[in-house]
């Protein structure tokens, strides 16, 4: 919202020398978000008011004219201006030297120097008003028409800011610090804030009184939308242009000035922040009645849409239908034309939810309709029509009231408050004295008394539309008043129960800090929701996923039941930048089952669990690898970050993996995740083109952390242990966990044999097809000796012979 | 014989010095020590000498193969010394080899930051879930039935469970406050925790908004406890988390679940406060809601607003991570790309 400094001294008398920077930052600590401050007047500078002596054809062009210009510096200015309404004795604006204005009206400001224009020397430039930034209030007719300023009591060499009356500061206020606010959408409210903020006095107002006219007709049948109603009837009036001043005000904090009418009602509004309209009274058959609309009943706005009302908005109806949507906007039926002689103007009030949600419905939201969604209390009216009653008096001063009536349906009951002094203070953290409170307080509005430990609060009517109803609210406006850094910092006092301690929190910290810091992955985030395609080719199933009803895109409905969908995406993305790389993810997924809600019995939640997934992307040729380095990142994991170890088995192949390098984790009996490499179909479905990549996901809910680290410490050995390597050929099928079973048997009986460890696997030359060569490394020692070879060499050896007899094998020589 | 001995000294001494590796010395060893070595040759000798000479002419040629013995050994640990040393061609400037290369999301770090500054001072960590009921979005916290916030425009609800009563009506959540009136309803006053999490707003989005973003909520609940010490507690954080002391201001703000609101402003660190185009050339920046809990909001998680009180603020992690390293679109947090993310070590 813009706010004009000159018009907020209409309501507050400011001090001349007032900071302006000061009064931005006063507010904005206190009340209001200031965030811009701008004068007006500077885009103006070196534009003058300039006195057309002689205007003469110019002897190289048609269509420009050279003009004698008096800028009352003791010169007579050559100007070349192509304008077509210059007339000797003419006022107009004179862009001079070093001044900056828009050419036509469009592009960046230029400056402007002297030139010569077709041969002729021209000082500055005649400009239009398009050109100074005025169109909009100085409407020309055509493009070539100069704006004219002989209206004005300014003579020449005056600069146009002074001329035109508009040497003033523009306050830029965010709206979003004043939602809660409806007092503060006008000036008026901010020059209460103001007058409280320096304790000056606040500019008073008189009602109206209609005098003994007819009572005009007015029906409220829902008066919880509207409280109140107030109808008057205008007789003697036409539609012209406002008075300057007004046009100037409603232009200069970002509206349209377009006559009188409109004027009035918007002046009023931008002034107290009471919308007003005005309907042709020949348009309006036997009354005016406030009333829900019928489903289907149509109505033609003003900005000629014609809307399907629902029986959920009001309507402000005549005898033979609706002729406005109240509190939005009017209807074109009863607009005002060219040749309206009376109207009636409409002051009334609205209650919010059912304005807001009437002009969301039909995406028609208005200056009115924003005012009205914030809550207006229904006693502004009076001083809205005291206003707009004085307005009307004194653009058409033969105007005569003929009809009026005022419905009062709904009265609003100014809150009461009792606040404890002591708990005041408490809150605070310090004592303001009394008659400090009450000084700022009564000057925002508030009635206050005190007895000896309570203050006693009636709010203004203003404030008692939702804004001010519990005495934390009266706290706010205390603190606020005396000003937030008025506060001294104050240490904070708690006692001491004990060292937090979170292991569920700990073990996701350093999973994740474990997976890159010493398995040199990348954690990634990603969306939610999912591409109907990736879910379809990874999960191949949309049963039991929930979906947004309102999603971020049409085929991204599904929110998350996996984190592998939107982490193979990922995978895809990254696979054009890099050939190798592994990322992962920690984020909720959820299921549409297992409603249910420790919190509240009315509630019910859906199956909500934390997981983690991770992929490792590479070269297709290196699947091995790739996948003994995630099941190695997978095995580790308990170890290293001090949680329940977990065993991989074979019980349920993945849909989306590869129909032999798969494994599910199970915690105890537990399934709690699975590690496989994605098939190659579902790889290319999702847009993975060359690389192969292997993905594990966890249900980290279900981990279970250590109370403390567990592994015990072991002596170290006395005597040495020797790594004895043996290479054996198997049957290609053979599994490395058949040959770890095999060569353990051994350690039972033979004491010697202390650890197997598989080294490597080989195919390809020198190995027979469908054979593979396993090098596996024994670990011979003993822990009351030094071990003679023919020791070591009988240990090894029966190893060997415990894996021919129960696999086949044989010693590679 | 003398010379002659004295002779072979100088020369098997230059001979052993001038092997160049383990094979020559040994070559040199034999053709001196060997048995047909020219020392042994001496010692061949010495019975035909005349016996008063033999005695001190045996003692000579001993004397001689001992320091031919030590000669070969101080050698041979030459030549190993040699062996094992770095050729001087060798190439320091070569790059070093990387340890293995990983690392968390930059607002993963910004969080962890928090938390540690968060528990040193002996906060609680909390978590909670996505999504969440209109019940705990909206009805707990105080808002108005009607509050634009709840409309599909602002808040992703669920298809199927978009009607009804606020407690069957689900949406993703769209702030942590909802979560932070669980903490309080299953906890024993008072309380002291932070509560991180993402959440989520129906919205265009652009280099600035977001429709998933991550918020930061800290909130004290004590039997009195005075917004002033709030802003203590603030620059703290900030102070820790940025590694220097940054002013912090607190002026006039609204948000439902607060009474009174303020809107928290930072001190802008790259211009220090005298104004810049990161702070729009006001010397600060606002960076997060914060006040205390509104009496509704206490009475919602059974607690009696007479009784307690407290502090809460609500940190934009996004956008605090943005200040930390200059980034300027927030999309870029989600977009799980490696050459954005592989920046924050």
Redo the contacts between chains.
């Keep these: 919202m813009k706010v004009s400094l000159n018009w907020l001294k209409d309501y507050v008398k400011l001090p001349e020398d007032m900071d302006l920077k000061k009064l931005a930052f006063d507010l904005t600590m206190s009340t209001v978000e200031v965030e811009n401050v701008t004068e007006l007047a500077r885009q103006f500078d070196g534009i003058l008011v300039g006195e057309l002596k002689e205007v003469q054809p110019h002897p190289n062009a048609d269509r420009l004219r050279v003009c004698k210009v008096d800028i009352a510096d003791g010169e007579i200015h050559d100007i070349v201006c192509g304008g077509s309404n210059l007339v000797p004795g003419m006022k107009v604006a004179v862009a001079c030297p070093g001044s900056w204005v828009r050419w036509h009206g469009e592009g960046e400001p230029v400056e402007i120097k002297n030139t010569k224009l077709r041969g002729v020397a021209s000082y500055g430039m005649i400009c239009a008003s398009v050109e100074v930034g005025l169109a909009e209030l100085f409407p020309a007719e055509e493009e070539t028409q100069i704006l004219d300023l002989s209206d004005f009591d300014a003579p020449a060499g005056t600069p146009l800011s002074k001329a035109l009356d508009l040497e003033d500061v523009i306050l830029e206020i965010d709206n979003k610090s004043m939602t809660n606010r409806p007092d503060l959408w006008g000036h008026y409210g901010i020059a209460r804030e103001i007058s409280a903020l320096y304790q000056l006095p606040l500019a008073d107002w008189k009602p109206f009184a209609p005098g003994d006219v007819a009572e005009f007709p007015v029906v409220i049948q829902d008066p919880d939308r509207c409280p109140r109603y107030i109808g008057v009837k205008l007789e003697g009036i036409e539609v012209k242009p406002a008075p300057f001043y007004m046009r100037s005000r409603i232009w200069r904090v970002g509206m349209r000035p377009i006559n009188a009418l409109v004027d009035i009602t918007n002046y009023v509004m931008l002034a107290l922040g009471q919308p007003t309209h005005v309907f042709d009274s020949n348009q309006i058959t036997d009354y005016i009645c406030v009333r829900r609309a019928q489903e289907k009943e149509e109505l033609l706005l003003l900005n000629d849409r014609t809307l399907a009302l629902t029986k959920e908005d009001l309507v402000i109806a005549d005898s033979e239908g609706a002729v406005a949507l109240a509190g939005v906007m009017g209807g074109a039926r009863d607009s005002v034309l060219p040749e309206t002689t009376s109207v009636i103007l409409e002051v009334a009030n609205f209650e919010a939810a059912g304005v807001r949600s009437t002009a969301l419905r039909f995406d028609n939201r208005t200056e009115a309709s924003a005012r009205y969604e914030k809550s207006v209390d229904p006693e502004r009216c009076d001083p809205a029509l005291s206003m707009a009653m004085s307005l009307f008096a004194e653009i058409y001063p033969s105007v005569k009231v003929t009809a009026f009536s005022d419905h009062y349906v709904k009265k609003l009951a100014r809150k009461e408050l009792d606040v404890e002094l002591d708990w005041l203070n408490r809150r605070l953290g310090k004592r303001i004295p009394n008659q400090q409170i009450a000084a700022k307080l009564k000057l925002l509005g508030f009635d206050i008394s005190f007895t000896s430990d309570v203050m006693h609060i009636v709010v203004p009517t203003w404030r008692s539309t939702g804004d001010v109803g519990i005495k934390a609210d009266i706290m706010e406006e205390v603190a606020r008043m005396y000003g937030y850094e008025n506060f001294e910092p104050t240490t904070i006092v708690t006692s001491f129960e004990g060292a937090v301690n979170q292991l569920d929190m700990d073990l996701v910290r350093k999973i994740k800090e474990y997976l890159a810091f010493r398995c040199g992955l990348w954690e990634v985030f990603t969306y939610p929701w999912m591409e109907d395609e990736t879910v379809n080719a990874v999960l191949q199933s949309t049963e039991g996923i929930l979906k947004l009803s309102t999603p971020p895109a049409p085929n991204e409905s599904y929110i998350r039941s996996s984190l592998l969908p939107n982490l193979c995406r990922a995978v895809a993305e990254n696979e054009r930048y890099f050939s190798e790389f592994s990322i992962f993810e920690e984020a909720q997924v959820f299921h549409d089952s297992d409603y249910q809600s420790p919190y509240d019995e009315r509630e019910k939640l859906p199956s909500q669990r934390r997981n983690l997934a991770a992929a490792f992307a590479g070269s297709g040729e290196k699947v091995q690898e790739l996948f003994r380095r995630a099941k190695g990142v997978v095995e580790n994991m308990p170890r290293l970050t001090h949680m329940e170890a977990f065993s991989m088995r074979r019980v349920e192949k993945p849909v989306w993996a590869d129909d032999t390098v798969w494994l599910n984790l199970y915690l105890g009996e537990q399934r709690v995740g699975n590690l496989a490499l994605l098939s190659r179909k579902v790889s290319m479905a999702v847009g993975i083109k060359n690389l192969a990549a292997v993905f594990f996901e966890l249900d980290l809910d279900a981990l279970k952390p250590l109370r403390s680290r567990t592994n015990e410490f072991s002596h170290l050995a006395e005597y040495p242990m020797i790594d004895y390597d043996l290479s054996m050929l198997f049957d290609a099928q053979i599994k490395w966990e058949n040959i770890e079973e095999s060569a353990l048997k051994r350690k039972n009986r033979e004491s010697y044999l202390q650890k197997v460890a598989f080294v490597d696997e080989y195919k390809g030359a020198q190995i027979p097809a469908g054979k593979k060569s396993v090098t596996i490394r024994l670990t011979i020692g003993s822990e009351e000796k030094t071990l003679k070879s023919e020791e070591i060499e009988k240990c090894a050896d029966s190893v060997i012979k415990q894996l021919e007899k129960d696999l086949k094998g044989e010693l590679r020589r | 014989m003398k010379e002659k001995l004295e002779k072979l000294l100088r020369e098997g001494e230059a001979a052993i010095r001038s092997t160049k590796n383990e094979t020559e010395l040994q070559e040199v060893k034999g053709s001196i020590l060997g048995k047909q070595g020219a020392l042994t040759e001496f010692l061949k000798e010495i019975p035909k000498l005349a016996a008063e000479l033999r005695p001190e002419m045996g003692r000579v040629v001993n004397e001689a193969k001992t320091k031919f013995n030590s000669m070969i050994e101080a050698r041979r640990e030459e030549l190993k010394l040699k062996a094992a040393e770095v050729p001087a061609d060798f190439d320091y400037t070569l790059p070093g080899i990387a340890p ?6 930059p ?2 770090q910004m969080r ?1 930051d928090l ?1 540690d500054a968060f ?1 040193s ?5 909390y ?1 909670e ?5 209109e ?2 979005a909206f009805d707990k916290l105080n808002f ?3 509050h ?1 916030a709840r ?3 602002d808040t ?5 469970h ?1 009607k009804g ?4 009506k ?1 949406c ?1 959540r769209p702030h942590l406050t909802g979560g932070s009136v ?1 903490y309080l ?2 906890h024993k006053p ?1 309380y ?1 925790f932070v509560y991180p999490g ?1 959440v ?1 707003r ?1 919205e265009t989005t652009d280099a600035r908004h977001e ?2 973003f991550f918020q930061y909520e800290a909130l ?1 609940v ?1 039997r ?6 709030g ?3 603030i ?1 703290s954080i900030l102070s820790k988390v940025f590694g220097r002391d940054v002013p912090v ?6 948000f439902p679940f607060v ?5 928290i402003d930072m001190g802008c660190l790259v211009c220090g406060g005298k104004g810049c185009s990161v702070c729009k050339h006001v010397g600060w920046i606002e960076i997060m809601p914060g006040g ?1 809990p ?2 509704n909001v206490l009475r919602a998680a059974g607690l009696d ?2 009784e307690f ?1 407290g502090f809460y603020v609500n940190i934009g992690l996004d956008r605090l991570v943005m200040m930390r390293y200059g980034v300027d679109d927030v999309r870029l ?7 954005f ?2 920046q924050f070590h």
């Design positions: 293995s290369m990983g690392g968390l999301h607002i993963t962890y938390d528990r001072m002996g906060f609680e960590i978590q879930d996505d999504i969440t009921s019940l705990y108005p039935p009607n634009p409309e599909s425009m992703y609800w669920l298809e199927g978009d009563d606020a407690g069957d689900l993703l669980r309803q299953t008072p002291r993402r989520y129906n429709r998933a004290i004590d009195d406890f005075t917004f002033t010490a802003k203590v507690m620059k201001r607190m002026r006039a703000g609204f009474e009174p609101g303020f809107e205390t509104h009496p607003p007479d009180t947090f989600h977009s799980a790309d490696l050459r993310l592989q």
